[in-house]
């Protein structure tokens, strides 16, 4: 039977994943994330046989361009929470000839996703292990006929029953927010798995195979029996050997368990009945208890400690102990700022939050004008020393009359003659024969060096105080009781304490060391053409 494993997350802003890491890693390729200003590149990456984006014909032909997309995508995200896009990781059936696996991929995303409006870049991974696997990256906001990103949400007026607006105290009209697309509607998660199964059918079908791709739990296919776990290739080689395995022999348990099960069924479903009774029960009442009271930070902090602890256990004594004091350590120093700041709840954290990645946001757009008026001046300045430094070997070379002597010259110092025309074709394009100084360019350039020199002084500040809201924030999403609070990683879906820890290493794995280039001092002068 074909591996039915079809998983759907979002890469979300909030748990510091990037659109731009994540297609950088199922695509093998380096590229450059605007928002962290870093660069994305796992070179361990292996098995990447395929990858291609899909546009709707209304999106722009440049978001062909993987690093040009993932960065608009992100662009038009200015919150510190935002939903950057949906990546869908599916296994492909063996049973399918490797040659059909682009066409596969491509027809379920043209007949899901690009024909209701979304961008679909995806990549299938195969290492030749008998895994063959795609990997789908899908944008989160709809585009109007001239390509520009729509809002996800718009503002709608509540209307009574004359069909006029609804002023409320305040002196406002009440209105409420609608999405502008259903994408995020719980429905198509069912809706694409189901359709994923349906697209892989019609290709076995098509190569004369029998076997079927059916996504359902084995509950939902009226089956009451354990799942074995899968063998892979090599563990299957071995078990035709008369070899046994740890693998072969779990399953060889499930199968004589799923025999023993079948005497006990009666009693688990009335045994399930009153255990949903006592879960129906208990979740009322800790909804009450939630509705009484908001917790406060400091109190969802120590539970975080109490579930740290916990996760610990099996570890020796020794680690248990250091592992006890850094998030001790580190909880403390949170605990100091939020004090600092008067932030005592989860919606003013969330408020401050939002106000301090909105000035970051507003320093980065101030400061992109003058770095890349920087980056030109010191092209300018470069185009000039090599005019200046390369005049006489031009002049010499033009006083030249005899062909051969003047070619023989040319060759000789083809880099000196090559630097002074690049020079002067830029100017004819820039300077247009205006007259330019090299000391008033330094000095421009000093002043806006100065400028970005603070700016990002600013910045960096603004970033550690984000990294610390967010780290707390990352947190309280691991031990809030309601999802009057959790920011979740999926719609409508808890993130489990193994979701947690998996989250944590992919942000380790998707940092990146920046280097910058430094400017070029250029010793003074005037040149007019």
């Known amino acids: 039977m074909p591996c039915p494993h079809h998983d759907i997350k979002i890469v979300q802003r909030s748990n510091r994943q990037s659109a731009v890491a994540a297609a950088a890693y199922q695509s093998g390729e380096r590229l450059f994330s605007e928002y962290d200003q870093k660069q994305k590149y796992y070179s361990e990456k292996r098995g990447i046989v395929h990858t291609e984006i899909m546009l709707p014909p209304h999106a722009p032909p440049e978001y062909a361009d993987r690093n040009t997309l993932w960065n608009a995508a992100e662009a038009v995200e ?27 991929i491509r027809d379920y995303c043209r007949e899901f996703f690009v024909s209701k409006g979304m961008i679909a870049d995806f990549a299938i991974h195969d290492k030749g292990d008998g895994n063959p696997h795609a990997h789908i990256l899908l944008t989160m906001r709809a585009m109007d006929e001239t390509g520009k990103w729509l809002s996800k949400s718009r ?82 080689q071995m078990e035709k050997r008369g070899i046994q395995t740890n693998i ?20 688990v479903r009335h045994l399930k009945g009153w255990i949903a009774d006592l879960k129906e029960k208990k979740a009322a009442l800790l909804e009450a208890l939630q509705e009484a009271k908001e917790p406060t930070l400091p109190e969802l902090l120590s539970k975080y400690l109490d ?24 909880v403390m120093e949170a605990i100091r700022y939020l004090r600092e700041k008067e932030l005592s709840t989860v919606e003013s954290l969330d408020a401050y939050l939002d106000t301090v990645s909105g000035q970051a946001i507003s320093i980065r757009e101030e400061m992109k004008p003058k770095e890349k008026r920087m980056k030109e001046i010191d092209t300018l300045l470069s185009h000039i020393a090599n005019f200046e430094a390369h005049k006489p070997v031009h002049a010499e070379y033009a006083a030249i009359r005899f062909k051969k002597p003047k070619e023989q010259f040319a060759a000789d110092r083809r880099d000196e003659l090559d630097a002074y025309n690049a020079a002067v074709r830029y100017f004819k394009v820039h300077l247009e024969g205006t007259k330019y100084s090299t000391k008033k360019l330094n000095e421009e350039r000093t002043q806006l060096a100065g400028e970005v020199a603070e700016y990002r002084e600013r910045l960096s500040a603004l970033q550690e105080d984000v990294k610390i809201l967010r780290d707390v ?57």
């Open 78 to 104: 200015k919150q510190w929470n935002s939903q950057l896009a949906r990546r869908i990781v599916l296994a492909i059936p063996r049973e399918i000839p490797r040659s059909q696996h682009a066409d596969l």
């Open 473 to 529: 924030r990352h947190w309280l999403n691991q031990v809030l009781p309601s999802e009057q609070y959790r920011q979740t990683a999926e719609p409508g879906k808890k993130p489990s304490i193994q979701q947690a820890v998996k989250g944590r290493a992919q942000r380790i794995r998707e940092e990146q060391t920046e280097k910058r280039q430094q400017p070029r001092t250029e010793k003074k002068q005037d040149i007019e053409l």
């Open 155 to 236: 503002k709608v007026y509540d209307l009574d029953e004359n069909g006029e607006r609804i002023r409320l105290p305040s002196g406002n009209w009440k209105s409420h927010k609608e999405d502008t697309v259903d994408w995020n509607d719980q429905k198509y998660g069912e809706i694409w798995r189901q359709g994923w199964a349906a697209v892989a059918n019609r290709y076995l079908e098509a190569n004369d195979r029998p076997e079927r791709l059916d996504l359902r739990s084995y509950e939902r296919q009226g089956l009451d029996k354990i799942p074995t776990v899968h063998m892979g290739p090599a563990v299957s």
């Open 248 to 267: 072969g022999n779990l399953n060889r348990d499930i199968t004589a368990a799923n025999r023993l099960m079948q005497s006990i069924r009666q009693m």
């Open 307 to 330: 579930l740290r602890r916990e996760e610990r256990t099996g570890w020796t004594s020794k680690g248990q102990l250091k592992g006890t004091v850094n998030d001790f350590n580190k």
